[in-house]
Nanobody, 126 residues
């Protein structure tokens, strides 16, 4: 099975940028649809962005549309989340998730993902 590990979190001022990376090991990512989720203290885990296994088609939560960009490099077995114009409400632990995709869809619901990383903390100060 695939193991996922996030990196790139940190503390940034509002309006700043961060780039999160998710590195996969154990399996090649080319068969996996990938996504990013986040969970703020006291809140449920929520969808952020998703990309289908071949790339190209991406889906975003309305709250991040136009500010965040998900991308993948199957040759390097990595998925990235570029976050621009960060807001204090973006503060959360961000999780990378993957699931084997027989079709070529992008998935937006947490239960559709079988594999999860440990998460990386993002804190945005006002």
């Amino acid at each position: 099975q695939v193991q996922l590990a996030e990196s790139g979190g940190g503390v940034v001022q509002a309006g700043g940028s961060l780039r999160l990376s998710c590195a996969a090991s154990g399996r090649t990512l080319s068969s996996y649809a990938m996504g990013w989720f986040r969970q703020a203290p006291g809140k449920e885990r929520e969808f952020v962005a998703a990309i289908r296994r071949s790339g190209g088609i991406t889906v975003y939560a309305d709250s991040v549309k136009g500010r965040f960009t998900i991308s993948r490099d199957n040759a390097k077995n990595t998925v990235a989340l570029q976050m621009n114009n960060l807001k204090p409400e973006d503060t959360a632990v961000y999780y990378c998730a993957g699931t084997i995709s027989g079709g070529n869809d992008a998935y937006t619901r947490a239960f559709e993902y079988a594999y999860w990383g440990q998460g990386t903390q993002v804190a945005v100060s006002s």
